[in-house]
Nanobody, 115 residues
Framework: QVQLVESGGGLVQPGGSLRLSCVASGTILQSNVMGWYRQAPGKQRELVASISWSGRTNYADSVKGRFTISRDNAKNTVYLQMNSLKSEDTAVYYC?????????WGQGTQVTVSS
């Protein structure tokens, strides 16, 4: 059973920063490209960043230059450093395999960007 636990969200002002963490169970990170997804109210879930086992990264245009995805394979953890946050980044953020996520998702972590 895949288990994914996200944390690190919160309320931040526009222009601020947050660092999200995702701890994955077992050997998920060792055998999968991992990604961060987000879902804003009334919108579909979208993939915003992904990282391979070797560290190769990809970003959605909307976050390129502001977000950085990284991973610590020894800790089974994937991170998302988010800088220069905008109101449109407000969403629940999830981690999962990418681009084809596992069937089960973690609880996500809420990010709210507001003054």
């Amino acid at each position: 059973q895949v288990q994914l636990v996200e944390s690190g969200g919160g309320l931040v002002q526009p222009g601020g920063s947050l660092r999200l963490s995702c701890v994955a169970s077992g050997t998920i990170l060792q055998s999968n490209v991992m990604g961060w997804y987000r879902q804003a109210p009334g919108k579909q879930r979208e993939l915003v960043a992904s990282i391979s086992w070797s560290g190769r990264t990809n970003y959605a245009d909307s976050v390129k230059g502001r977000f950085t995805i990284s991973r610590d394979n020894a800790k089974n953890t994937v991170y998302l450093q988010m800088n220069s946050l905008k109101s449109e980044d407000t969403a629940v953020y999830y981690c999962n395999a990418a681009p084809r996520p596992f069937g089960n998702w973690g609880q996500g972590t809420q990010v709210t960007v507001s003054s």
